[in-house]
């Protein structure tokens, strides 16, 4: 049987606390988030889509570790991950300008493209629509976004998620022998750290001292096997001190407890002092998929715990004893993100199907193979 091992971490010191302005972004962020995976659950359960990986009570986590990159660091998500992409993609000042002052843009904002039209190319990823970042060859977050000139470095997921922590510290490694201060932030679920590919991974990056700043999502579940079956240490985080890096575990339904460790880690990486490995400890308020019956495998007490301390209320309490949001202020930014959702998947929905030209297409680098690929194919499919 799992408990939760979910600390209660004190508020930020007055040296650490979080900007306002922070704040604000996160909390759009955050019920955009919600937004988004409201919606889908919804379709999900009535078939309108298959399955759906819902981020629900991860937001503080993605979204907080998030919000500490600057443009040009490196992103590697896997399954929950959607409140760090939506962080990572879009200038929230222009995609809700009614919520924000024009001093709450950034620099990065600054070099991002239009939010609507990428949130609407994200959902019609999701619906396999030709206007997708895979032109409609899959329905999934399994594609990656590299435009540089955005700012933006994300390399998506693959199913074998273990497999996904060598490639984050792939991109630690880049960025060291591009001669840049660029960190990498990759995310993983606790069950995910028993494979292999999480020694291998980590033991290179303290090796080399790598800017990686690996996240641990700790719903204490993984697929359906409680810590108890999972690990015998008493946090996952006691394993970084093994491969000489930083390890630390934090409360991750706390916006700012993680914002601010985060935070820290991203400054040893950029001063050269190597990797961190940062263990945020969440409740299990979904099923490892929509529908496949996971959820049911925790006791009903414990199920009932773990929705009652959704973390979108805890943030809202919090926003409201720092004087930044009251209950309008709070109604305003869910009605907006709801907004905002509803538009993107209605025109995601009617958008144009995908090709068989788009599903022919070379799956490599311009050159000798990729052509000799097209070629191939189009002989197949002729013939």
Same mark, same amino acid.
């Given at each position: 049987?799992?408990?939760s091992?979910?600390p209660?971490a004190?508020a930020?010191?007055?040296?650490?606390?979080?900007?306002?302005a922070?704040?604000?972004r996160?909390?759009?962020?955050?019920?955009?988030s919600?937004?988004w995976?409201s919606?889908f659950?919804?379709m999900a359960?009535?078939g309108?889509i298959?399955r759906?990986y819902s981020?629900?009570?991860?937001e503080?986590?993605?979204?907080?570790?998030?919000?500490?990159?600057?443009a040009?660091?490196a992103?590697?998500?896997?399954?929950?991950?959607l409140g760090a992409v939506l962080?990572?993609?879009?200038d929230?000042t222009?995609?809700?300008?009614?919520?924000?002052d024009?001093?709450?843009?950034?620099?990065?904002?600054?070099?991002r493209?239009d939010p609507?039209a990428l949130l609407?190319?994200?959902?019609?990823?999701?619906?396999?629509r030709r206007?997708?970042?895979?032109r409609?060859?899959d329905?999934?977050?399994?594609?990656?976004?590299?435009?540089?000139e955005?700012?933006?470095r994300?390399?998506g997921m693959i199913?074998h998620?273990g497999?996904?922590?060598?490639?984050?510290?792939g991109?630690?490694l880049?960025?060291?022998?591009?001669?840049?201060?660029r960190? $990498?932030? #990759?995310?993983?679920?606790? @069950?995910? !750290?028993?494979? =292999?590919?999480?020694? %291998?991974?980590l033991?290179f *990056?303290?090796?080399m001292?790598l800017p990686?700043i690996?996240v641990?999502?700790n719903?204490?579940?993984?697929?359906?096997?409680?810590?108890s079956?999972?690990y015998?240490?008493?946090?996952?985080?006691d394993? $970084?001190? #093994?491969y000489?890096?930083? @390890?630390? !575990?934090?409360? =991750?339904?706390d916006? %700012?407890a993680?914002?601010? *460790?985060m935070?820290a880690?991203?400054?040893?990486a950029?001063?050269?002092d190597?990797?961190?490995l940062?263990e945020c400890?969440?409740?299990?308020m979904r099923g490892?998929?929509?529908?496949?019956g996971?959820?049911?495998?925790?006791?009903?007490?414990?199920?009932e715990?773990?929705?009652?301390?959704?973390?979108?209320?805890?943030f809202e *309490?919090?926003?409201?004893?720092?004087?930044l949001?009251d209950?309008a202020?709070?109604?305003?930014v869910?009605?907006?993100?709801?907004?905002i959702i509803?538009?993107?998947?209605?025109?995601?929905?009617?958008?144009?199907?995908?090709?068989?030209?788009?599903?022919?297409?070379?799956?490599?680098a311009?050159?000798?193979?990729?052509?000799?690929?097209?070629r191939m194919?189009?002989?197949?499919?002729?013939?």
């Amino acid at each position: 049987m799992a408990t939760s091992k979910t600390p209660n971490a004190a508020a930020p010191s007055a040296a650490e606390a979080v900007a306002p302005a922070v704040l604000r972004r996160a909390h759009f962020l955050m019920h955009l988030s919600r937004a988004w995976d409201s919606r889908f659950e919804a379709m999900a359960r009535v078939g309108r889509i298959g399955r759906w990986y819902s981020a629900v009570g991860n937001e503080c986590t993605t979204i907080g570790t998030a919000l500490a990159l600057g443009a040009g660091d490196a992103l590697s998500t896997v399954h929950r991950d959607l409140g760090a992409v939506l962080t990572t993609y879009l200038d929230a000042t222009r995609l809700a300008p009614t919520l924000f002052d024009a001093a709450d843009a950034t620099a990065w904002d600054a070099l991002r493209p239009d939010p609507s039209a990428l949130l609407d190319r994200l959902a019609s990823q999701v619906f396999g629509r030709r206007e997708g970042f895979t032109r409609g060859v899959d329905r999934s977050f399994h594609y990656g976004l590299l435009r540089p000139e955005w700012g933006i470095r994300h390399v998506g997921m693959i199913s074998h998620l273990g497999s996904m922590i060598p490639v984050a510290s792939g991109l630690a490694l880049a960025a060291v022998q591009d001669h840049t201060d660029r960190v $990498a932030l #990759g995310f993983i679920g606790e @069950g995910a !750290t028993s494979q =292999g590919d999480f020694h %291998e991974a980590l033991n290179f *990056a303290g090796v080399m001292k790598l800017p990686l700043i690996l996240v641990v999502e700790n719903n204490q579940y993984a697929f359906s096997t409680p810590l108890s079956e999972q690990y015998a240490c008493a946090r996952l985080s006691d394993r $970084a001190a #093994g491969y000489g890096i930083a @390890g630390e !575990t934090v409360d =991750g339904l706390d916006f %700012e407890a993680v914002h601010v *460790a985060m935070r820290a880690a991203v400054a040893r990486a950029r001063a050269g002092d190597g990797a961190t490995l940062l263990e945020c400890m969440l409740p299990r308020m979904r099923g490892h998929a929509e529908g496949d019956g996971s959820y049911e495998l925790i006791p009903p007490a414990e199920r009932e715990g773990y929705l009652a301390m959704d973390p979108l209320p805890r943030f809202e *309490a919090r926003l409201a004893a720092l004087g930044l949001a009251d209950a309008a202020r709070c109604a305003k930014v869910q009605e907006t993100a709801k907004a905002i959702i509803e538009d993107a998947v209605e025109r995601a929905i009617v958008g144009a199907d995908p090709s068989l030209d788009e599903a022919l297409r070379p799956v490599f680098a311009p050159g000798e193979v990729a052509e000799a690929f097209a070629r191939m194919s189009t002989e197949v499919f002729d013939g």
